[in-house]
DNA sequence: CGCTGGATGTCGCAG
DNA sequence: CTGCGACGTCCAGCG
């Protein structure tokens, strides 16, 4: 075994002893550092589901918001993992490395038996920065309201978010006409549950509004596939295509 | 920078200079191993959509299948990240440790820049397992075809996955009175998302069977939130309460 | 490849 | 806390 500790905030131990790398995994997670651990390992968990995984080499990592990650080598999520709100806790059973992460609503746990740890650190964390994102939603709608003319020609958008019995409506509005519109927005193509989304928005203010008011629904996205635009025909809605 | 190479199949350097980070790196993933940094960085994306996060301390992990995954001490989801099937490649560039990763279809990068590397690591995984869950939608089925009286007396299963113009039904079979029946099985409470789904598969149902078939659609799931049971009876369409 | 729907989805926001 | 919908959702399965 070997141990390192660095002026940057790390603290790393390689193929250390069971106590050594929970006495690591504690103090780290006391400290509100990041803790990793890759080795020879079980995982079980039970919750919403319950799972089992035998024997492997894997990476685990214990956040201090109480994120717990198991990866392996393949995939981009986690092969197990628990929720932030989780608390962690290691210890040395055995000659084995065992890490709990327990939570409540809903009940679940985590627990990963490694009977090798073949590296453990803990990280000191600063990250100030939250990431900024582009071509979202609401960059659409954005775009919608500053020139809603992109939806069609004598399209007034009259409010955002407006209430219906079957929830808030991304844009609500009429047409040159004086009818309702009602605009369902998509940052990418897609399929029948939007149009579903959609039809129950119309459904709902067709309800609401008086007997005579007129409702259209379009439905605003890149595209749509082919079973979207056929359940768009059979409920009489609408598409416009727009891109982020 | 100390370096260690033990037994185990790890490689780390801690506090390594630009060129020795990536060198690392670019030696674990041509050897399949799982590579994780942990410094300070900045992170470009570009792609389906796009974003830019400033300066801080955050830990990367590269996987063999060209996973990317950078993770911050809060979150269960990485802050950024990139879908297996990647490009990876990594290089030091005046003092800083640059890693990218690149594919196409659709066209994406990401592009981390390590100011400093506190600590790389490069892990040789050997993992044979795949995990089995317990409590799935695939459970709630068998049970359902195993005692169809679960849903109600009298019930038949006739087909699973049955395919109708709107898509696939769960489970399609017949009541004691000889009347079509339609499941929708979830394994937790749901949203009217779901009311939608099983209200098209039985109007395709209804079109694509006899004019005097009576078809009628069960909604098979733990339990329903509020919106979601007055939409059921609003398309005539029943709630049996089950648990996988 | 594209389409479809499940998921221990996760996450953020509003009531 | 629950409900609801977005998400660079991810992912498997199928045509």
């Known amino acids: 075994m070997s141990s390192d500790e660095s002026p940057a905030g790390v603290r790393t131990l390689t193929a250390p002893d069971a106590a050594s790398a929970a006495a690591l995994v504690t103090d780290g997670l006391g400290a509100d550092a990041l803790v990793a651990l890759f080795g020879r390992c079980t995982v079980d968990y039970e919750g919403r589901a319950a799972s089992e995984l035998g024997p492997g080499d894997r990476h685990v990592m214990l956040k201090p918001d109480g994120a717990a990650l198991v990866h ?58 939250t990431p900024e994102v582009i071509g979202t939603e609401a960059d659409l709608k954005r775009r919608v309201l500053e020139e809603p003319s992109l939806v069609e ?33 998509k940052r990418r193509r897609v399929g029948p549950d939007a149009v579903g989304q959609l039809d129950r928005y119309v459904g709902a203010l067709r309800r609401d ?18 079973r979207a635009r056929a359940l768009l025909a059979e409920r009489g809605l609408e598409f416009v295509p727009l891109t982020p």
């Open 72 to 129: 392996t080598d393949e995939g981009q999520k986690p092969v197990n993992w628990q929720s932030p709100g989780c608390e962690h806790d290691c210890r040395a059973t055995e000659g084995a490395t065992v890490v709990e992460s327990r939570r409540t609503n809903p009940e679940e746990s985590l627990v990963v038996r490694f009977s090798t740890v073949a590296h453990a650190a803990a990280f000191d964390v600063s990250d100030p920065e």
């Open 153 to 185: 020609d004598g399209f007034t958008p009259l409010a955002t978010e407006r209430k219906t019995p079957a929830g808030a409506v991304d844009v609500y509005g009429e047409d040159d006409a004086g009818r309702t519109v009602v605009l369902e927005l």
């Open 209 to 226: 509004l008086h007997a005579d008011a007129e409702v259209r629904g379009v439905l605003v996205a890149p595209s749509v596939t082919g």
